[in-house]
Nanobody
Framework: QVQLVESGGGWAQAGGSLMLSCAATSRTSSYAMCWFCQAPVQERDFVAAIIWSGSSTSYADSVKGRFTISRDKAKNTVHLQMNVLKPEDTAVYYC????????????????????WGQGTQVTVSS
């Protein structure tokens, strides 16, 4: 059983930056890791994903060029660097893990992921 603990959410002005982190409590060396976001009364949407090896990454069109997903193998942690933030980025961001040992990630859906963090709120003001 993998537990995921997110941190780094908070408040930022439009154009600013935040970095989210997701620490896994056990090794996830063959996992796909993903960030989703969910705004009030909205569905949980794909943001970015990475294969733990780092050989494959994927981004939602809305964040390409602004967000970067990366992993720190030594700390068993995945990061989401969020730059040029927009008010529409406001949401609860969830980290998720898929243990299926895939080699490629693409546009991801929540049902592909078995383990979830508790979520961290990101609020961007205009």
């Amino acid at each position: 059983q993998v537990q995921l603990v997110e941190s780094g959410g908070g408040w930022a002005q439009a154009g600013g930056s935040l970095m989210l982190s997701c620490a896994a409590t056990s090794r996830t060396s063959s996992y796909a890791m993903c960030w989703f976001c969910q705004a009030p009364v909205q569905e949980r949407d794909f943001v970015a994903a990475i294969i733990w090896s780092g050989s494959s990454t994927s981004y939602a069109d809305s964040v390409k060029g602004r967000f970067t997903i990366s992993r720190d193998k030594a700390k068993n942690t995945v990061h989401l660097q969020m730059n040029v933030l927009k008010p529409e980025d406001t949401a609860v961001y969830y980290c998720a893990a898929d243990p299926s040992a895939r080699r490629v990630v693409g546009p991801e859906t929540p049902h592909q992921y078995d383990y979830w963090g508790q979520g961290t709120q990101v609020t961007v003001s205009s």
